[in-house]
């Protein structure tokens, strides 16, 4: 890979001081970034260190909301999520293999916005609130597209609330080589709403299905969509499934997941 | 910039560049080439060591993250007297290695899974090695060995 400086803060403001710098990137778990960089598709001048933040790393409750720092591995999100939102560490727990999820962190996988990362099905159906170093942005106004997210030059993910819901289930159709989702979906049930988080399945990005929450809302059964149609026009289509497909997946997956709450 | 960690219980310091992976500080630096690298894609799993008890892939971690670190790798997984370890000698006893480039990560993945699961299923060891290919596709025997490290009766395993 390219070379570059390797910065180690020990706080948030030393961090945000060394991503003044041009071409500094934030480097949190690494586990999407040091591939790519290997690959020579990015080349920062300087690598800024989130993990020795301690600041930026734990997991708390208050009325009940779920706050993650966003340098908090996926396997810490697994244990320490495991009784209050047990629908989230179900899906922690699947992402990557062991080794990923002991580097990997949610803060990074929400900047990045894979479109098939499955943390951001979850913030959308949860309505999350994702907080940065400058303020805090509702998950609808976060997730812009593809790789993009509002965040600006030098603004870090700093943690994400979700609101707990009374139930909730992933249901990530993988694809067995990457094992990311070819399509994933997130349903949380509230007392007054229900979410629908879907990733991995538009070339938007992730999205929330809007019809299938409010048939949801009446009727909490997977009967409650089987008259509803996802349309495959802006869905991806890859060697590993067509757009059609991924539309399929995407109400399969949803009454999956809404059977299994 | 200098690096500091403990490796294998032993004090180490070398000099790495920003850009140096964790693997090639200790295949390089530190001669310990047991750690292997099977893809350099973050895939294989076959530089897999342990940093402050936690697995991880060494390859897709810089060395400079590992400063101050506890690591351990394959190196040190024999007992003090030199002879393998119980999880070693499973995959000695059971022929859980073809070629053997990949078991290096094997034993480190099956040490993390054992410590946190000591009585694991057959489905939870297969599960647990997600992120370690053996490229001989020798998994069956790989299972077998760390069944047998765990100290439960040898399943009739599914390829049987």
């Known amino acids: 890979m390219y070379s570059f400086e390797f910065v180690k803060p020990a706080t948030l403001d030393e961090a945000l001081a060394a991503l003044k710098d041009e071409d500094a990137q934030p480097l949190s778990g690494g586990q999407t970034l040091i591939p790519t960089m290997k690959q020579r598709l990015n080349q920062p001048g300087s690598l800024v260190s989130l993990l020795g933040i301690p600041e930026l790393v734990g997991v708390s409750i208050s ?13 810490a999100i697994v244990a320490e999520t495991r009784d209050s939102f047990p629908g989230l560490s179900a899906l922690a727990g699947k992402i990557g293999d062991p080794a990923v999820r002991n580097r990997g962190t949610i803060g990074g996988s929400i900047a990045n916005n894979d479109p098939s990362a499955c943390y951001p099905a979850a913030a959308m159906a949860c309505q999350a609130t994702i907080m940065t170093n400058a303020r805090e942005i509702a998950a609808d106004d976060f997730f812009e597209g593809m790789f993009t997210t509002a965040l600006e030059e030098g603004e870090i993910v700093t943690g994400v609330r979700f609101p707990i819901p009374q139930t909730a289930n992933y249901q990530k159709f993988e694809q067995p080589a990457s094992r ?12 007054d709403r229900v979410g629908v988080g879907v990733t991995g399945a538009s070339n938007n990005g992730v999205f929330r299905w809007g019809e299938a929450e409010e048939a949801l809302t009446a ?6 969509i089987k008259d509803l149609s996802m349309p495959a026009d802006d869905m991806i289509a890859d060697l590993h499934g067509s757009a059609e497909y991924r539309a399929h997946l995407v109400k399969v997956l949803t009454g999956r997941a809404v059977a299994a709450c | 910039m200098k690096i500091s960690l403990t490796v294998n219980g032993k004090s180490q310091s070398g000099e790495a560049e920003g850009r140096t992976l964790l693997s090639t500080f200790l295949r390089e630096n530190l001669r ?3 750690t292997h690298i099977g893809c350099d894609t973050s895939q294989c799993g076959a530089c897999t060591v342990h940093v402050n008890g936690m697995q991880v892939k060494s390859c897709t971690m810089f060395a400079a993250e590992a400063d101050g670190a506890e690591v351990t790798t394959i190196e040190g997984m024999a007992e003090p007297d030199g002879s393998l370890n119980t999880i070693q000698q499973a995959f000695q006893d059971h022929h859980g290695l073809q070629c053997g480039f990949c078991t290096p990560g094997m034993v480190m993945a099956a040490a993390s899974l054992l410590k946190a699961n000591p009585k694991p299923t057959e489905a939870e060891v297969r599960a647990y090695l997600q992120g370690n290919i053996c490229r001989c596709t020798g998994y069956h025997n790989i299972v077998k060995a760390i069944m047998a490290a765990s100290g439960q009766e040898l399943p009739a395993l599914a390829a049987e």
């Open chain 1, 219 to 224: 009727n909490f059964t997977p009967d409650a």
């Open chain 1, 63 to 75: 009325d009940n909301v779920l706050s993650i720092k966003g340098a908090t591995n996926h396997a």
């Open chain 1, 180 to 191: 990311f989702p070819l399509t994933g979906v997130f349903v949380a049930k509230y007392g």
């Open chain 2, 32 to 34: 310990l080439t047991g």
